[in-house]
T-cell receptor, first 111, second 116 residues
Framework: DAKTTQPPSMDCAEGRAANLPCNHS???????VYWYRQIHSQGPQYIIH???NNETNEMASLIITEDRKSSTLILPHATLRDTAVYYC????????????FGKGTRLHILP | GAVVSQHPSRVICKSGTSVKIECRSL??????MFWYRQFPKKSLMLMAT?????????EQGVEKDKFLINHASLTLSTLTVTSAHPEDSSFYIC????????????FGQGTRLTVV
């Protein structure tokens, strides 16, 4: 079972920052927060992951609360191509763990 | 990131026939590969995990005799849907994880299977 809770859908205006929340209140100390997205009819794409510090890469920023029970994925300047389902997943992040997908958030970028 | 390629991207087959889907890691060696299926407007459901050179581990409720998985090399895994039926029509996605310190998994582009 997925260990995260996400809103089923969100809208964001093109050019604005998209902030996608995720609750993971039962996260263990050795589990990372991973984000993936799936554009329609494609395989999932890795976005970013973090343990407890905030992370940023060329695609997005990840903000993790101090108690690690929730996080927010930020797409700083959303474009129409960011329309996708975004999945927040907690996992140990070693070579043996499985990636179990929850229902994700369907993000609509509005022109 | 690393590239995982699936083939074919789309396939249509008749009921009762078998169809094979290939998953290749193009620029890294994949010790572990995962197979998922996805129905329309639903999330990905993990079917099985395969490690190179050993038998696949199937998730509960997945028929291992129907969905044959072979991971014979470090760059190739195959999923064969045997005696396909219309209810097997789905989007099948593979994921591959590399060796050593590479813990990230990369996904193929998916295969749309339609059984008529």
């Amino acid at each position: 079972d997925a260990k995260t809770t996400q809103p089923p859908s969100m809208d964001c205006a093109e050019g604005r920052a998209a902030n996608l929340p995720c609750n993971h209140s039962t996260i263990s100390g050795n589990e990372y927060v991973y984000w993936y997205r799936q554009i329609h009819s494609q395989g999932p794409q890795y976005i970013i992951h973090g343990l407890k510090n905030n992370e940023t890469n060329e695609m997005a920023s990840l903000i993790i609360t101090e108690d690690r029970k929730s996080s927010t994925l930020i797409l700083p300047h959303a474009t129409l191509r960011d329309t996708a389902v975004y999945y927040c997943i907690v996992r140990v992040g070693n070579r043996d763990d499985k990636i179990i997908f929850g229902k994700g958030t369907r993000l609509h970028i509005l022109p | 990131g690393a590239v995982v390629s699936q083939h074919p991207s789309r396939v249509i087959c008749k009921s009762g026939t078998s169809v094979k889907i290939e998953c290749r890691s193009l620029d890294f060696q994949a010790t572990t590969m995962f197979w998922y299926r996805q129905f329309p407007k639903k999330s990905l459901m993990l079917m099985a995990t395969s490690n190179e050179g050993s038998k696949a581990t199937y998730e509960q409720g997945v028929e291992k005799d129907k969905f044959l998985i072979n991971h014979a090399s470090l760059t190739l895994s195959t999923l064969t849907v045997t005696s396909a039926h219309p209810e097997d029509s789905s989007f099948y996605i593979c994921s591959a994880r590399g060796t050593g310190g590479l813990t990230e998994a990369f996904f193929g582009q998916g295969t749309r299977l339609t059984v008529v």
